[in-house]
């Protein structure tokens, strides 16, 4: 893996923990560096077993699953700081 690679994993997953701090709020920090280790294991082998094309092809599978497990599909939004669905037409600002 050389230092393009772990950059973009690394600032993925960065940014990925800083839209998602709501839904991992209650989750000890540990279990979160103990994760982070092995997806980045598993993100490892991938690239050294299967290359480049299939690490950026898992990178773009996993990021479209999350999105659309986590409802980032269009009407709905995730409030920050509680993890809450909410229909983008219902929220409203004050």
């Not at 709020?25 to 540990?30: E, F, G, K, Q, T």
């Not at 997806?39 to 773009?60: C, E, S, T």
């Amino acid at each position: 893996m050389n230092y393009l690679d772990a950059v973009v994993f690394l600032s993925g997953s960065l940014i990925g923990l800083w839209i998602f701090r709501g839904y991992d709020a209650h989750v000890r920090p540990r279990k979160r560096v103990i994760k982070f280790a092995l997806v980045a294991a598993v993100f490892f082998a991938i690239h050294q077993l299967g290359g480049r094309q299939w690490f950026y092809g898992m990178l773009i599978a996993m990021a479209a699953g999350i999105a659309i497990l986590h409802g980032f599909t269009g009407s709905t939004i995730v409030m920050g700081s509680t993890g809450e669905l909410q229909n983008r037409e219902r929220s409203t600002c004050a």
